[in-house]
């Protein structure tokens, strides 16, 4: 009898234990960071992802970003580092050209067919995160008072614009920090970028939840999807490349 009180006291403590760590976990928040530096000719760009009160701690560095030309585009070398033992657990290499983006597009229209309200769940989504932090300064020059003028002024309304767009999808709650500096001697291009967004893990669950039973009532959407993901995750090997379709 004392045996199976023991035992039933123990159980117990483990059933209270796993629920007060599953609420605690839903209840924590997921941050993402986003970080872009340029000075001169050097880049330093990374991707932060940091959740269960920073026990999870993942970095996407960027040690090479090279433009190769209008063909073949962006080549991009990709090291997966896990922070929290400090080592880099993998790198990729991968290169973004006109055929990447054109193969991307399409397969985005795929999914849009394939999945039921994906519209509606993406803007739902980017609604449960809020933009912690925003700063976005660019330094550019282009050797003459008057170019650089008219550079700065089209600098300052595109970066106007990419944050009005931000803010239709993910509500802020900092005031952005942005700031155009014309480097009137001299050809300069600099930046220097922090985005950091974050929401509620629980939250994301369930929204992950959403879009899994969106799938599933589409004909073909875990088809669909599992050929994108297979495609765009980050690995040592060319993306395949579709079919262009034929003109009628």
């Not at 199976?4 to 839903?26: D, K, Q, R, S, Y």
């Not at 959407?221 to 297979?230: D, Q, S, T, V």
Request: net charge positive.
């Amino acid at each position: 009898m004392l045996i199976g009180g023991i035992i039933t006291a123990i159980l117990l403590v483990l059933v209270l234990a796993a629920v007060l760590a599953a609420v605690l976990a839903m209840l924590s928040s997921v941050q993402l960071t986003l970080y872009w530096n340029r000075v001169g000719e050097n880049d330093e760009m990374y991707v932060q992802v940091r959740a269960l009160y920073g026990w999870i701690k993942y970095r996407f560095n960027v040690p090479a970003m090279q433009f190769n030309n209008l063909v073949d585009g962006l080549t991009l070398k990709i090291n997966q580092t896990d922070q929290n033992k400090m080592d880099i657990t993998k790198k990729s290499k991968s290169r973004i050209d006109k055929a990447y983006i054109k193969a991307f597009y399409r397969e985005g229209k795929d999914l849009l067919r394939h999945t039921q309200g994906l519209n509606a769940w993406f803007k739902q989504t980017m609604s449960a995160f809020r933009c912690t932090e925003l700063k976005w300064s660019t330094g550019v020059g282009a050797g003459d008072a008057v170019q650089t003028a008219i550079l700065a002024g089209t600098v300052w309304t595109l970066k106007s614009a990419v944050v009005g767009l931000l803010t239709k999808y993910v509500p802020l709650s900092a005031v952005p920090k942005l700031a155009v500096n014309p480097q009137y001697n001299r050809t300069a291009f600099q930046i220097q970028f922090v985005c950091v967004i974050q929401a509620k893990a629980g939250v994301l669950g369930l929204s992950g939840c959403r879009l899994i039973y969106r799938i599933f009532r589409t004909p073909g959407g875990m088809r669909a999807w599992f050929k994108l993901l297979r495609q765009v995750i980050p690995g040592d090997r060319t993306r395949a490349k579709r079919p262009e379709p034929a003109s009628t």
